[in-house]
């Protein structure tokens, strides 16, 4: 089930470029008095697409998933959730700069996206008001370089590969300088909203090539929520990161009217494996505001990602299923009747390093603070209001 995409629609994408749509009114298909609404939305959370990702909607479907996952709901308006929902300003040692756990960092090099996912845990860096982004990563990188435990780092923001080809060479060759660093990944979904990004660009690919190396590789951390994203063109384009000895993996978010189905998950799991670019992270979406009409609770949305790997291919069977936490990241291991079972896969503090908990069963809960510990069992309790302190552990 792979999307058409004609070459008469592919020849509209002049060169390089995608045409960018940030006015709701260039929407037609909207009816006016929607589009009205949708604009007091989108002054909160910007909204920005552009015609390729467009074109894949179907307007005769209300709830069309990738609708849902590009132009804004009055919904989105609802008080629910923080900005910053798992305190990234916390592990922020400079600006753009993330240091969570020991061997790996963040480096926030772009503010800006192909698109904008409504669902985004990172809107935040969009509004005006906001410089936890720079442009200049120098101190980044001296940062790494005073740091040997650091051997993986993931260019992210917004999208490091929206920033000029030029900009992100000097990164990569600069990170390259550096001899601990041996993987570099760049966390993108430009190969869903502009699949053209990479192969019409022999620069960037030469860029690649020579610094995805058989010692040292860089990784593509995809980003497809469905599939009907993994159209002709985005195969080309996966294609083409694999030509050039990037390794692809794909990481998405679970997204309550986007791939909340064991049906939809399962046949992007199958795609993807198909095309080299296996699953390996499908993320419990963060209480982050603006998000209320994306989320699904833990239990539902363990059953559907159960559900999909039991349909999928061996390789989409290493897929997990996890909580960016501001903690650690852990995984949602199982659900039975009465209980859901966690692991820390990756934690802030030695302490809750690979700790393995047990919660009582919730139906209603979106997040490892809305659960209650079973006593005796090593998990510990995150208070709502202060989610990012253990309030009680037995350890
Ligand atoms: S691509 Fe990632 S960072 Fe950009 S809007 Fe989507 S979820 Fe947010």
Redesign the pocket.
Known sequence: MIQRYSEVDARKQTANRVAYVRNLDKITSIPPDEREKLKKVAQKYVFRANEYYLDLIDWNNPDDPIKQLIIPREEELNDWGELDASNEQAITVSRGVQHKYPDTVLLLCNEV?GA??RY?F??RLFMDDNDEVTLDVSEGIEYIANHPEVRNVLLT???PLLMSTRRLVDILRRLREVPHVEIIRLGS?MPAFNPWRLTHDEELQKALRRYSTPKKRIYLMA?FDHPRELTEPAIEGIDCFIKCGVICVNQCPLVKGVNDDADVLAQMYHNLSYIGCPPYYLFQGRPTAGNEPYQVPIVRGYEIFSEALRRGSGLARRARFAMSHATGKIEILAVDEKHIYLRYHRAKTPELRGRFMVYHRDEQAYWLDDLVPVEGLAAPKFEKESCFDVIDGPE
């Open positions: 996206c904008y996912c985004c990172r809107k923001g917004g999208d979904k980003h």
